[in-house]
């Protein structure tokens, strides 16, 4: 599903067209190239450009690149013919310009409209689309349709399915190779941490399309969540540079559950997320409650150790207000270089309920907790063992047990994303001493 430009040449302009792909190979190269038997070999040996080599042009090597150009993946095509002596065992133009006419498809029959076709791709964004086919609880067959249509005018759009052998990451990874000047993910925050993580510290934007039960990332954003409005957005091409972070080397965009929230998180199947939605989390969480317990808990903040009891540790690099266990602070900001640390020592179940209420008021209101049981508190770096060992969620995926380390990366993603309203001095959350929150000696 990769863009596709044709190239096909009459005998005595093959060379030309070796030569033009030499010349324009970094451009080219970034697309996925087909041509007639005898053309696409002397390209290649001209040029070392990959291209895909269709029967000769006498053999029917036009017939086969105007099939392409009426499926809809070819965006232009480039045939230079011999307007004097082209030879009647040649392809002749006709069929396929009749062809490139019914679909809207430019068509340069010499170098000074195939440099055009060019300067203008030159031009163009490179976007490279991560769509996960299981996310969500629509139609992801009409969700891709819906994509490409908004899409496609604008940007080159070159389109790859995740697949249990071939993973969001791995996907990450192959479009940066390719050069794209755009990454675009289309799934739930698994599929969107996963093609963050990637992208971590390389500048190049990423593109969301939430598909997801939560969508928390695009939430805390202010990304829309509906499919047209979030294309809307990337096509606007506004970016913000936000922080990321790293669990045990694993990258995080959103936050770290111990505890509580990862075992709510586990007791959420994918189908029962398929089948409630949002429901799915909350009846987890209220499952979870009724199984309320403590652990010890050993803390490492800037060379500084601590002990307590904990039923439940979030950190969270970002999160949106519906974020309950991470609203210790009142709200997470995405780029102060920090994380939002937020620690509930609840011993019954009636006080972590209460506790959660007390969250809510904290998101709503934009304060911090105010119960002397939840600690909260904001640092850079945090290391975090228990007793016993307790599952560590990492942007909805459970990654393992304790004990983890989590560093925030300051500035290491670009998003695009709404620019965010400043905040007058007054309104910024101070950063707190870890020290004064949690009673530590130094060790």
Request: proline fraction near 5%; hydrophobic fraction near 45%; aromatic fraction near 2%.
């Amino acid at each position: 599903m990769s863009p596709t430009i044709a190239l096909i040449a009459h005998d005595r302009k093959k060379d030309d067209i070796a030569n033009f792909a030499k010349q324009y190979t970094p451009i080219l190269s970034r697309y996925r190239l087909i041509a007639t038997g005898t053309t696409g070999q002397r390209i290649h040996d001209r040029s070392k450009l990959e291209i895909e080599c269709l029967l000769s042009g006498p053999l029917g090597g036009d017939a086969q690149i105007a099939a392409e150009v009426a499926t809809g993946e070819v965006i232009a095509v480039i045939f230079l013919i011999d307007p004097l002596y082209a030879q009647p065992h040649e392809p002749d133009i006709q069929a396929l310009l009749r062809i490139c006419n019914v679909h809207n498809v430019p068509l340069a029959t010499n170098l000074a409209t195939a440099e055009a076709i060019i300067a203008n791709f030159a031009k163009n964004r490179f976007a490279y689309l991560i769509f996960n086919p299981v996310s969500g609880q629509g139609n992801a067959e009409k969700d891709l349709t819906l994509i490409q249509q908004l899409l496609k005018p604008q940007l080159h759009l070159d389109i790859h399915l995740t697949t249990p052998d071939r993973s969001s990451a791995e996907l990450a990874q192959e479009a940066i190779a390719s050069g794209a000047d755009l990454i675009i993910a289309s799934g739930g925050d698994g599929t969107i941490s996963a093609v963050a993580g990637a992208l971590i510290g390389s500048q190049i934007p990423l593109g969301i399309i939430a598909r997801g039960t939560a969508n928390a990332f695009a939430v805390a954003l202010g990304i829309p969540t509906n499919i047209r409005a979030a294309c809307e957005l990337i096509l606007s091409g506004i970016t913000r540079v936000v922080d990321a972070a790293q669990c045990n080397q694993h990258p995080m965009i959103l936050l770290a559950g111990i505890g509580f929230e990862a075992e709510t998180v586990e007791r959420a199947d994918r189908e029962a997320k398929k089948r409630l939605g949002v429901l799915a989390y909350i009846l987890a969480g209220m499952q979870q409650l009724n199984e309320h317990s403590v652990f010890e808990t050993e803390l490492e903040i800037a060379g500084i150790t601590s002990q307590c009891q904990a039923a439940a540790i979030t950190i969270a690099n970002a999160a949106p207000p519906t974020s309950l266990m991470a609203q210790g602070m009142g709200q997470v900001i995405a780029n102060d270089g920090l994380l939002e640390v937020t620690i509930n020592t609840q011993n019954t179940k009636i006080e972590a309920m209460d506790a959660i209420v007390d969250l809510l008021g904290a998101a709503l209101m934009r304060r911090a907790a105010r119960r002397e049981d939840t600690i909260c508190l904001r640092t850079g770096q945090i290391k975090v063992n228990t007793n016993p060992p307790q599952k560590v969620v990492v942007d909805g995926e459970i990654i393992g047990t304790t004990p983890v380390t989590i560093e925030c990366i300051p500035q290491g993603l670009t998003v695009i994303a709404p620019l965010e309203a400043s905040k007058p001095a007054d309104e910024q959350p101070p950063v707190t001493e870890p020290e004064l929150i949690l009673g530590v000696t130094d060790e």
